[in-house]
Structure formats: structure tokens, C-alpha cells
């Protein structure tokens, strides 16, 4: 229960008014949801601006989505989370999802993706400080589950309250973890890749230091860049293409791997089709959805591979692994830095809320794409679509750890 000492609490600023009368009342509609241990939780997160602010939104009368762990997610939750405010109150606010997700899930093709409330920039550093999003997704067995988790994660029971859809969830959500984390726990099959990337400079501004430095790309990718989409080709087609690969000099070798890159800009599935993007060499990508998947396309060689792994999210940008090296030598350095520009113009604009899923322009159940006005251009993708959501096609979850087929 609410206790008075919450009460005096930091005053919180007037715009992130709580409703109290509200918030008392999904307490109770939670608690006798069985959902005792969210009281303790609501108390943990008034403690923290952070934390006020998801109470704040929650009750603001809009419609959230609230992905709320069970107790017994809760009793078994890490202890560096669940005993730390602002830890819980970071982990929190990836279960509050803005806008309405009653009923059933867009489903485009199979999966949702959607912008939560965390924006901590000691999880998320996505560019123009976007929040992080969370996939989910109805299987076979009739049960959807939350992707990109190491436990597997489903929904075992819906409620709701006012305009908040809760979803009971049997495990407290992870937040997704930096790239070095994430392949050996999630066994992203990158090897191959991930020690190509490891031997291939690229300049980086380290603003600590406020001096240029080169890093690996491994390291770019993995806390360096603040927004990027790399298109990681598996393990069998780094291995199709070693020996090519091994014949490159240095700058070939990294305008290769340039070539799978978008700087500045995450992009999730399903705001690719039917747009194209200039990736950091300034060469085209082209990318079509059909019922095989989703299949990006080289402009320059013509080399097509299928997503085989989509929205492997990360804290700086997402990778989606693919099949084939888009083996383009090719570079066009005007190109590369004006799509850069692009970028960092769109990541600056100011943001509405995002309220549907990433891809969508509404939450109702057919949902229709906002990608596929194919205009050539990364910008109009970024200025015409919504930023929000993604859908995960091809994801295979098994027991929770992500494997590639
Ligand atoms: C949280 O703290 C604020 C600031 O003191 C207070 O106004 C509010 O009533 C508290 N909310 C809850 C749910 O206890
Ligand atoms: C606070 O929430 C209650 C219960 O949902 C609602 O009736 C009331 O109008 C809300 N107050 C404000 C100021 O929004
Ligand atoms: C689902 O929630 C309802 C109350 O909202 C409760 O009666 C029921 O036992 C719950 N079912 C499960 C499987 O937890
Ligand atoms: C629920 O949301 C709708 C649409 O945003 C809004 O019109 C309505 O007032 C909200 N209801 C409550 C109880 O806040
Ligand atoms: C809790 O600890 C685990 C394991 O050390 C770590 O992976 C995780 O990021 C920590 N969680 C938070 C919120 O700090
Ligand atoms: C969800 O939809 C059902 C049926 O359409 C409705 O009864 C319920 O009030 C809705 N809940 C929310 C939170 O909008
Ligand atoms: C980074 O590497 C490039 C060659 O790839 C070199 O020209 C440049 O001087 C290096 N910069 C620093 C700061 O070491
Ligand atoms: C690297 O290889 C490319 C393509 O074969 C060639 O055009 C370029 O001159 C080479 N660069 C160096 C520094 O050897
Ligand atoms: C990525 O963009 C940043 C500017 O945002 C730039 O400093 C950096 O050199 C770029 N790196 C690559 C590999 O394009
Ligand atoms: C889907 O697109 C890919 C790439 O263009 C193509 O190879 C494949 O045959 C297409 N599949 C169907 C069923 O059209
Ligand atoms: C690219 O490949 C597709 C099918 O693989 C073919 O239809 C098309 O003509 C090719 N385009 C070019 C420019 O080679
Ligand atoms: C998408 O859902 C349909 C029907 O539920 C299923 O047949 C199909 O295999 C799913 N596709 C993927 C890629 O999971």
C-alpha cells in the first residue's frame, strides 16, 4: 500500500502531476489481480524522479500498456535490481509501453515492437535520446512472448484498469544489453564477423576526451556509435566469402563492412520495406518484404540476402543478421556524409510521443505500414514514418536464447 512517508517525498514538477486517486486505484485492481509485490514496487519507484515520472505517465489518463511481472517473476528478480531504486525504477519503465494495446497485437508479419518509457542514458543510448523498444510475439503455442530475453518470457494473464492494458508477465524484463553481452548470451551467431570487425579502424570522437581516436568497429558497434543499424552477416556467409575477404587490404575490407552499416539512425524491420538507405561507404541499400521475409539488396553489386535474425536489440542501435555479405568494394564518400547529416538532422527533431507500434501509424489490429512509399531516400523514411515500432519476422526463439536457424 501507498504509505504518508511516500508522500513526502521531492516535490515533482507540476507538469508530471501523479494522480494519486488513480494510482491507488490500479494498486488495488493490481493486488487483487494477485499482483501483490507491485505495491512494493510502486513504492520503490516514487522514491526516484525516475520513477515518478513513469507514476506520472501512468496516470495521466492515456492509454499505456503496463507488461507487469507477477510475484513470483518478482520474487525471483536479481537482487541488484529489484534492491536498487533507480536500477528498478530504469527496469520499470521498459514494462510501460505509451498508447493503446488492447486487443489483438498488429501483426506484421508475426511480431510487435514498440517504445517503452526508459530513456536512461545509462541503458538506452539510442540517437536523439529515442527510447528503448520492446519486441513481442504470438507463437504456435497461442502464447506471446517477449522476445529478445534470456528467459523466456510470456504473458500469462491480462487485466486492465481505467485506460491501462496490463499484461501479467512471468519474468521482470531485461533491458537489452551492448553487443560484447549480448553474443555470447543470446548466441547471436556472429563468429566471423565479430573478428573481422575486430581488426577494421574506424575514427571516433571520443567526447570524454574531447579528441579523435580510432577504435575497432567491434567497439563502435559495441558502445561507441549512439544510434546505428548493422546488417551482420552469419557465421556460413562470412565463411562463403573468407578467402575474398582475406585478400582485401584494410580500407577494401572496411568499406565492406561499411557497406552493412547505417550510421546514426536505428532501424527495425519493419520500417524497411519498400525504403532504401545509404549505408556509412554511401552506397544503397534496398530492402522488399515478402512471405519468405525480409530481404535486403545491394543497389551496386545486386547482391540480395534474407534477414535471417531481425531486431537484435541492443542499448545503441539494433543488428539484424542476414546471409550473405553485401560484398560492395564500392564507396561514395559525399554520399556517406550527407546521409550521416541526414541522420543527425532527423535524431535532433523533436519527437511526439510514440504511441503505436514501430512501423505503424495506429494500434488498432490491422495496422497499416507506414514504410513502402518507396522514395529512395533515408530521410524520408526517418521524416514520413513513425519512429516507433518494429516487427520481427523471422526471429527464432527457442527457450528463450536467440539461435539462427
Ligand atoms: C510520490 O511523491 C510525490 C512527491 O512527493 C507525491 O506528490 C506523490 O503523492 C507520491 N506518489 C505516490 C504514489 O505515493
Ligand atoms: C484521476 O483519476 C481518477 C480515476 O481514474 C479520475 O476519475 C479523475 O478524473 C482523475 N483526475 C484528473 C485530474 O485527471
Ligand atoms: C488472471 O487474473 C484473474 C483476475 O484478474 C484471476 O482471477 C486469475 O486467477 C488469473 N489467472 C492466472 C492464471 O493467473
Ligand atoms: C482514455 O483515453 C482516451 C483517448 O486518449 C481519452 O479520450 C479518455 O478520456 C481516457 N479515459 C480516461 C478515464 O482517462
Ligand atoms: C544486474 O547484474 C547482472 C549480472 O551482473 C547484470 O547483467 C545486469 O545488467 C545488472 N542489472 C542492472 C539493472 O544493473
Ligand atoms: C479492452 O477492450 C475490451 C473489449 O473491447 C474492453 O472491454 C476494455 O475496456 C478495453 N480495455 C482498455 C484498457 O482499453
Ligand atoms: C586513424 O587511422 C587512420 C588510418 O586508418 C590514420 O590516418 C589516422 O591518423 C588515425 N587517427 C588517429 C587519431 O590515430
Ligand atoms: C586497396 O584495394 C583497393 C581495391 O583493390 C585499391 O583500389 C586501393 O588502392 C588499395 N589501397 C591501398 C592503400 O593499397
Ligand atoms: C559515424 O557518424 C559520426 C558522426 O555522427 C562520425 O563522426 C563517424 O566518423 C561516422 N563513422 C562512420 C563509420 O561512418
Ligand atoms: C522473396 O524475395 C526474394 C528476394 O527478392 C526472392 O528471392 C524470393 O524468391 C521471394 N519469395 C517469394 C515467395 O516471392
Ligand atoms: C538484379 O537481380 C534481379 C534478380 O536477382 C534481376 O531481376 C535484376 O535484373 C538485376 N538487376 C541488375 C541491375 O543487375
Ligand atoms: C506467422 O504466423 C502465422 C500464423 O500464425 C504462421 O503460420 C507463420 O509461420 C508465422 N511466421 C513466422 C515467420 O513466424
Given at each position: 500500500m501507498l504509505t504518508s512517508s511516500l508522500l513526502l517525498a521531492a516535490a515533482v514538477p507540476a507538469a508530471m502531476a501523479q494522480n494519486i486517486t488513480f494510482l491507488t486505484g490500479l494498486l488495488g485492481s493490481l493486488q487483487s489481480a494477485g499482483l501483490t509485490q507491485i505495491a512494493s514496487i510502486a513504492q520503490s519507484l516514487n522514491s526516484t524522479s525516475e520513477g515518478q515520472n513513469v507514476l506520472a505517465s501512468l496516470s495521466s489518463g492515456s492509454p499505456y500498456l503496463l507488461l507487469a511481472p507477477n510475484d513470483a517473476a518478482l520474487e525471483n528478480a536479481p537482487a541488484n535490481v529489484t534492491s536498487d531504486a533507480n536500477a528498478l525504477a530504469s527496469v520499470f519503465s521498459y514494462h510501460v509501453v505509451p498508447g493503446s494495446f488492447n486487443g489483438t497485437a498488429p501483426k506484421y508479419p508475426n511480431t510487435t515492437l514498440a517504445r517503452t518509457l526508459l530513456v536512461n542514458?545509462?541503458?538506452?543510448?539510442?540517437?536523439?535520446?529515442?527510447?528503448?523498444?520492446?519486441?513481442?510475439?504470438?507463437?504456435?503455442?497461442?502464447?506471446?512472448?517477449?522476445?529478445?530475453?534470456?528467459?523466456?518470457?510470456?504473458?500469462?494473464?491480462?487485466?486492465?484498469?481505467?485506460?491501462?492494458?496490463?499484461?501479467?508477465?512471468?519474468?521482470?524484463?531485461q533491458i537489452p544489453q551492448?553487443?560484447?553481452?549480448?553474443?555470447?548470451?543470446?548466441?547471436?551467431?556472429?563468429?566471423?564477423?565479430?573478428?573481422?570487425?575486430?581488426?577494421?579502424?574506424?575514427?571516433?570522437?571520443?567526447?570524454?576526451t574531447n579528441a579523435s581516436t580510432n577504435v575497432t568497429l567491434f567497439d563502435?558497434?559495441?558502445?561507441?556509435?549512439?544510434?546505428?543499424?548493422?546488417?551482420?552477416?552469419?557465421?556460413?556467409?562470412?565463411?562463403?566469402?573468407?578467402?575474398?575477404?582475406?585478400?582485401?587490404?584494410?580500407?577494401?575490407?572496411?568499406?565492406?563492412?561499411?557497406?552493412?552499416l547505417l550510421n546514426g539512425t536505428t532501424v527495425y524491420t519493419p520500417e524497411l520495406p519498400g525504403e532504401s538507405f545509404v549505408t556509412a561507404a554511401g552506397e544503397t541499400l534496398s530492402f522488399t518484404l515478402n512471405t519468405t521475409g525480409t530481404f535486403v539488396t545491394d543497389q551496386t553489386t545486386n547482391i540480395t540476402a534474407r534477414i535471417v535474425q531481425p531486431d537484435v536489440l541492443l542499448p545503441n542501435g539494433v543488428i539484424h543478421v542476414i546471409d550473405r555479405v553485401l560484398f560492395n568494394t564500392n564507396s561514395d564518400a559525399s554520399a556517406a556524409s550527407s546521409a550521416i547529416a541526414s541522420a543527425t538532422s532527423a535524431a535532433t527533431q523533436t519527437q511526439s510521443s510514440q504511441t503505436a507500434p514501430i512501423g505503424f501509424s495506429q494500434t488498432s489490429g490491422l495496422a497499416?505500414?507506414?514504410?513502402?512509399?518507396?522514395?529512395?531516400?533515408?530521410?524520408?523514411a526517418f521524416g514520413g514514418a513513425s519512429w516507433g515500432i518494429l516487427v520481427a519476422a523471422l526471429g527464432v526463439v527457442f527457450g528463450g536464447l536467440i539461435t539462427v536457424a
Open positions: 542514458g545509462n541503458y538506452v543510448q539510442l540517437e536523439g535520446n529515442k527510447p528503448q523498444v520492446v519486441a513481442w510475439s504470438t507463437r504456435a503455442d497461442g502464447k506471446v512472448h517477449i522476445l529478445n530475453q534470456r528467459n523466456d518470457s510470456t504473458v500469462v494473464n491480462t487485466t486492465s484498469f481505467g485506460n491501462l492494458t496490463v499484461w501479467v508477465v512471468d519474468h521482470l524484463l551492448d553487443l560484447s553481452t549480448t553474443i555470447p548470451a543470446d548466441k547471436i551467431s556472429l563468429t566471423g564477423v565479430d573478428a573481422v570487425l575486430k581488426t577494421i579502424q574506424t575514427p571516433f570522437f571520443d567526447s570524454t563502435a558497434l559495441n558502445t561507441g556509435f549512439h544510434g546505428f543499424t548493422f546488417f551482420a552477416p552469419n557465421t556460413s556467409a562470412i565463411s562463403l566469402v573468407q578467402s575474398q575477404l582475406q585478400q582485401l587490404n584494410t580500407t577494401a575490407a572496411q568499406t565492406v563492412l561499411y557497406n552493412h497499416s505500414p507506414t514504410g513502402g512509399s518507396d522514395t529512395g531516400s533515408a530521410v524520408s
